[in-house]
């Protein structure tokens, strides 16, 4: 059974080393090394306080034993900027659990769709639910070209 909660503050290095973990050990699946590198250097220490401090609502899914296996973050407009689950905790429905937590966020707000720009690895997972593809995009920075998925869900 996991529980999602609110995010807190003093868990920002739990969450940032959930974040490199999952690309490392999940998203390389799907990245070259040198993309991983450099979407991990992106989001540094200061990047990481710099969302926690924005309106983003970060949301975390824990353990009976108060363990964070997972974590989304979304605005009030209805944008889901992140969504990773630890590698050891994949296709358990944490995913499924977190992206309820957000939807029900976005609608508390007034929210009618909501929008993410997901990583090829997310693809699948967004697609079944619900989500329908938008387009493709091509984002560039370190001497690297990456592609993610604009996808839209209406609420």
């Known amino acids: 059974m996991y529980r999602i909660r609110n995010a807190e503050n003093k868990e920002l290095a739990v969450l940032t080393r959930l974040f490199q973990e999952t ?19 992106k989001a540094d220490k200061s990047r990481w306080e710099e969302l ?38 994949q296709r358990q429905g944490i995913a499924r659990l977190l992206l309820t937590k957000a ?5 508390r707000y007034g929210a009618t769709v909501l929008s993410a720009e997901v990583s090829i690895t997310a693809l699948p997972f967004f697609e079944k639910q619900g989500f329908c593809l938008k387009r493709e995009n091509k984002v560039s920075f370190e001497n690297t070209t990456m592609i993610n998925y604009t996808m839209e869900k209406q609420l």
Do not use: C
């Open 52 to 89: 926690f401090a924005s309106s983003l609502q970060f949301m975390v899914a824990e353990t009976e034993d108060q363990k964070i296996v997972g974590f989304t973050s979304i605005n009030s407009q209805g944008y889901l900027h992140s969504m990773f689950v630890d590698y050891r905790y």
């Open 103 to 107: 939807e029900e966020y976005a609608r």
């Open 23 to 41: 690309l490392l050990r999940v998203n390389s699946r799907d990245y070259t090394p040198q993309q991983i590198e450099a979407w991990g250097r």
